[in-house]
Every structure is written in C-alpha cells, then in structure tokens.
C-alpha cells in the first residue's frame, strides 16, 4: 500500500478507493491482453480463413470502430454517467468475443472484431476517466505504477496465450478468454464503484457522431485498400477519398455549431491540447506499427514461431510499462513536456534501429530494440494524457480524456492502414510472392514508416507549453459525477 503522507490519503488497493482501483485495473487488463495477444496468430488465422491481403482488417477495424467511438462514449460519461458507459463497454466487449471465437470466414471475423472495437471504445476512456476522477495529478503518479502492472503482466501473458493457442490449441481460444475478464470486471464495477449523476438535459450530438463514422471509415478504407483492391488513382480510391474529406469538412462545420459537440474543436486551440492530441496520433501509430507488423515480420521471413515471435514483441510491451511506472517521478520533478521529450527521442532512435536491422530478421534483436521503443513511449503516452486532464476543471475532464485517447486510437487505425498498404502494395508488386526478400522489403519500409511516426512525435511533444503540474488533491466533487 502505498500512502500519500503530505496528504493524509492512500492510494493503494487497501485504500477506500482501492476496489474501484482494482476494477479498473481489470478493465484495462481487457484492453491489454487484446492489444498483443491477436498478433502472434495471424498466420494460423490466415491459414485457417485465407484472405492474407485483409489481414490488416484484422486491426485496423477493431481500431477504427474503436476511435469512432471513444468521443461518443466519452460525452455519455459526462451525462449518463461513468459506470453505466464503462459496463455497457464491458457487454459489448463480452458478446463480441464470444461472436470473433465462432467466426467462419475472415469476413464474420472482420465483421465482429469491429463490434469488440465498439466495447474497447467505452473501455479504454472511461476507465482514465474515472482513475482522473478519484486521484488527484500526484496521486495518480502513484497509480500508474498499478495500471503500468497491469501491462506489463499482459505483455507477457497475451503474445504468450496467443502463440501457445496458435501453435498447440487453436486461434479461437484468444477470444474465449476474454470472457472470465469481461465477467470479473464487470462485477467488480458494479460492487466497487459509486456515483450520483446530476440530472439535467442533454442535447445527443447524432450529426457529429454519424459524419465522424462517415469521415473515419472512408478514409481509412481508401488508404488500406488503395494499391490493393483498386488502383490509387482510380474512380474509386478517390471517390472513397473525397467521401472522407468531404464528411471530415461537414463535422468540423457541425461540432462550431452543436450545442454539446461530440469533440469540442474549441479545446484544440489550446497549445497543451493540441500538441498533445498530435503526440497521441504519433503514439497510436508506433503502438500498432510494432505490435501488428513485427510478429508477422519474424513467422513470415524466417519461420519463428507463434510462441517466439510473440515473446519478441513482448518486450516491447514490457518496456512501456516499466518506463511508465517512474514517469511520474519525473514529470512532476522536472515537468510534463521534458519527460515527453526524452520518452519521443527514446522511442524514436529504437524506430530507426528497428529500420536498420530489418534485413536481418532475428527475435532477439527485435525484443532488444522494441524494448527501447517501447520503454521511449512509456515517457510519453503518460505524461501527455495526464498533461491534458489537468489542464482542465473536472466539468471537462471527460471530454479532454476522450479526445487523448481519440487521437491515440485514430493513430492506430491510421498507422495500420497505412503500414498495412504499404506491405500489401510492396508484396504485391513482388507478384504476391512471401519469399524472404519481399517480406523483409515490405517489414522494413513499414518499420521506416514507424520512424517517421517517431520522428513527428518528437516535435508535436516539442511544441508543449512549459506547464507545471497541478497537485491539486482529489476533492470530493472528484469521486462523483
């Protein structure tokens, strides 16, 4: 247990605010097994299913669904409330396993892995929204080391589960396990976490929330299947582009004017908003550029096995939460933007290692540079988010978690498509062949992609106000809506 003696409170799990701490932790731990557990089983699901070129689908829905719905979900937080949202997430997330667990064809699987993005979406926001509720800046300090666990233990345990079902079981058995989490975390939620809504009226963003689904799709339906299913500059690559770009203009037009927008585009005027939303895009797209593309980089070039090839990109996921759990030492020492700094600049070297060392496929040196990529974004990701939230008063809380956590997402859908069509098209013009020579040209453009991705990071953390922390303690407005 660890206690806050300046303040007289605990923030442990024997704290009173410890089950609900516990319940989140749960939570989150359904958002990180999944995060690396379907990786390493791509090539058994792909040999089971076939459809090789919709693969990225696999990700790149489950994130787009996801990023669609993280704003909704986060203005129903702030209305409805926090519980009835995070639950509602937690249903999805359930059924939509267990529909991902019986699919027959990689369209069925596509199909409802969009669905579990619909439930990861109330998951992931509402979850820091509630840890931002109950623990104030320097509390929560302490609490990432908590949520960083949880992590961790999932960098091991999901590519671990998902190579051990791919190589013994069956691909299948990823998504059953969801369900015992799904059903603890739920009934943890409802016994642990208390909250009194304040009863007004509502005015439901419908518009923004349709124009935004409309843009979001388009868009990374042109990027992924461009070069793929037709040619980029045929009718229909930019006619999907134009649908896009078109919607994407249409929201911005409608969210100046809604009463309560889905996004408010107001906050993004905001230096230390808009610098960190940029940085949470840059994230999100080295996030899914490792954990999406190097399992596959090591089972298709020299023939690593689930088991190994998940365990090599575990230590990318072991890095993140490692650096996470001291993050908060240091940013409130030496302030939110000097932490991120080091984190980008971290993360952006093992990018370029990553890039430089593709031609010579090995699990090991793939685990030892994403260790350092992943250990760059741990001082990234947490000091951004947390950077944002206390820039605000609670009334705003939600909306600012829900746009961090947007841009996240959003930078994982982006960043898949793009690396996704960026592989497909370089295979395809090797004549669809997946010798060694095309796997490791196409492995080793994306991982350039990732360093790009890196490199703009860097500068959109660059470009934070100077702000220092607000250490101001949890209040008890902060434990209820």
Known sequence: MTSDHSRGVTVGLRSPRGPILLALMLSTGLIAIDATI???????????????????????????????????????????????????????????????????NMTALIAFRALQGLGAGAVAPVSVTIIGDIYSVEERARVQGYIAGVWAAASVLGPTMGGLFAQFASWRWIFVVNVPLCLAAGWMLLRAHRETVAKRRHHIDYAGAATLTVALTALILAVLEGGNAWAWRSVPSVATFTVGAVALAGFVLIERRAAEPIIDLSLLRRPIILSTTCAGLGVGAMLTGITSFAPTYLE?????????????????????????????????????RSTAVVGSAIATAGAVALAGTAAWPSPYTVAAVTFVIGFGLGWTAVPTLIAAQSSVDWEQRGVVTGVSIFARTAGSAIG?????????????AGAGEHDFDTIVSASTWVFASVAVAAALTVAAVLAMPRTPAVTRPAGPADHHI
Do not use: H, M
């Open 300 to 336: 298709n070039s020299i023939g690593t096995v689930p088991l190994v090839s998940g365990l090599a990109v575990a230590a990318f996921t072991l890095g993140w939460p490692l650096a996470a759990t001291n993050a908060g030492r240091l940013y409130l020492r030496y302030g939110f």
């Open 416 to 428: 898949v498509a793009v690396f996704g069509a960026i592989a497909t098209s370089i295979i395809a």
């Open 38 to 104: 379907l990786a390493t089983a791509v090539p058994s699901i792909v040999g089971e299913l076939g459809s090789f070129d919709q693969f990225p689908w696999l990700f790149s829905v489950y994130l787009l669904a996801q990023a669609v719905s993280v704003p909704i979900y986060s203005k129903l937080a702030d209305t409805v409330g926090r519980k009835p949202i995070i639950l509602v997430g937690i249903a999805v997330f359930l059924v939509s396993s267990v529909l991902c667990a019986v699919a027959w």
